[in-house]
């Protein structure tokens, strides 16, 4: 990674993401005061923050007084921790046995899923003469990784969790399941949601009671739930979207949205009409139009099903995206903008053009859009509307 000098200007007008790291705290705080103070506070960072960049939204919840992080694997956990990032982090997915020193030496929770990682893990623990603190997830409906506990096999992943707990060189600190409904509306998610937790909270009694030994964090409260059901956030809420200001969720509670994707026009060429634009020859001009350039593609993250469907937002209001959107740039209509010119500032999305809008036109998330925000985006932070530092991810 290459930190440079904000005053490389040249660099920076290509296509930036801008970060704002006071709409960042200012999240943190409301999302903070809707939990209340004796609720733990797990700031997802996975996926390099969400596409905002993990160091720097790390330092920033380390800094406000954040409880724990919450990484997807020992790599991202580990550039937190070359980075200055002091305080804990839980790896949500696997880790190889053969990283296990790593994780005890770097002081990484490990997120434990069944009865086979539990007994590599120790394994690898007691051969390290180290103890790995973990967390023990529950599958209580995702479908997805943790003990199995559902009906028939309730007995079954209470036993397993137990043994888990009790293995040599394991610290079981914590114990958390995942919502796959909490962020959907209607009846039926909700009996789910609440299904979820029920069969949640009774393992974990199950469990403790078996043991005599209580957990010390039990989480499972996402973004839909940290918003929704406070009778979820037990010890810890792990709120994801809902930190970065996007979604549904986000509006109701007045956050404000961390990244601007700006760019700007670096060619305007007038075609006349009949003129076909970009791959494919999908889009015609009606009549003579002002085309305008922009350096954005669906290598920077601009999705390709969003051509001759998406309008970013100009000075002079928005510009309809004209034929297949390419690998580095698209094609804009800026027939009736005249005083839009080469150089002129576009916002992708932003506070002028919400990122809602553009998951509406894409049929996705907000989630995919901003992971999809490519290494080669500058990443831009601002403090109250001053930047203060900037990345670029090649590797120069």
């Not at 914590?174 to 949640?200: N, P, W």
Request: proline fraction near 3%.
């Amino acid at each position: 990674m290459f930190h440079f000098d904000v005053s490389m200007k040249s660099t920076l007008k290509r296509t930036w993401a801008e970060i704002d790291l006071s709409a960042l705290s200012y999240n943190y705080k409301k999302i903070r005061e809707h939990i209340g103070q004796n609720v733990a506070f797990c700031g997802v960072v996975k996926a390099d923050a969400y596409g905002h960049g993990a160091v720097m939204v790390s330092k920033r919840l380390q800094d406000m007084g954040a409880e724990y992080l919450a990484v997807s694997s020992i790599d991202e956990a580990m550039e937190l921790r070359f980075n200055g990032i002091t305080m804990p982090i839980l790896i949500l997915g696997h880790t190889p046995r053969e990283q296990v020193d790593r994780l005890i030496t770097l002081n990484i929770t490990q997120a434990v899923t069944c009865e086979a990682k539990a007994i590599e893990y120790s394994e690898e623990a007691v051969r390290f003469g180290g103890t790995l603190k973990v967390h023990i997830k529950v599958d209580t409906g995702m479908s997805r990784l943790g003990y199995i506990c559902e009906g028939d096999y309730f007995e079954h992943g209470v036993d397993g969790i137990c043994e888990a707990c009790d293995l040599p060189g394991l610290s079981a600190e914590g114990i958390f399941t995942h919502f796959a409904v909490a962020d959907e509306e209607g009846d039926e998610c909700r009996r789910y949601t609440d299904h979820q937790f029920k069969l949640f909270c009774d393992v974990v009694s199950a469990v403790e009671k078996k043991r005599g030994i209580d957990f010390k964090i039990k989480h499972c409260a996402n973004t839909g739930a940290t918003y929704s059901l406070p009778q979820t956030y037990l010890d810890m809420v792990r709120p994801g979207l809902l930190l970065y200001g996007y979604g549904e969720y986000a509006q109701k509670m007045g956050l404000r949205p961390v990244m601007t994707m700006k760019t700007t026009v670096s060619t305007i060429k007038i075609y006349p009409a009949g003129t076909k634009i970009s791959y494919g020859g999908l889009y015609t001009t009606k009549d003579k139009t002002r085309i305008g350039v922009i350096p954005y593609g669906y290598a920077d993250g601009f999705l390709r099903c969003l051509s001759n469907k998406y309008e970013v937002a100009t000075s002079d209001g928005p510009a309809r995206v004209c034929g297949r959107i390419c690998m580095d740039m698209c094609m804009i209509d800026l027939t009736d903008k005249p005083d839009v010119g080469v150089g002129d500032e576009i916002e992708i999305f932003g506070p002028h053009n919400p990122i809602e809008k553009m998951a509406d036109i894409a049929q996705t998330i907000p989630y995919e859009i901003v992971c999809a925000v490519s290494k080669r985006v500058h990443r831009i932070y601002i403090e109250d509307g001053d930047v203060v530092h900037s990345e670029l991810m090649l590797r120069l």
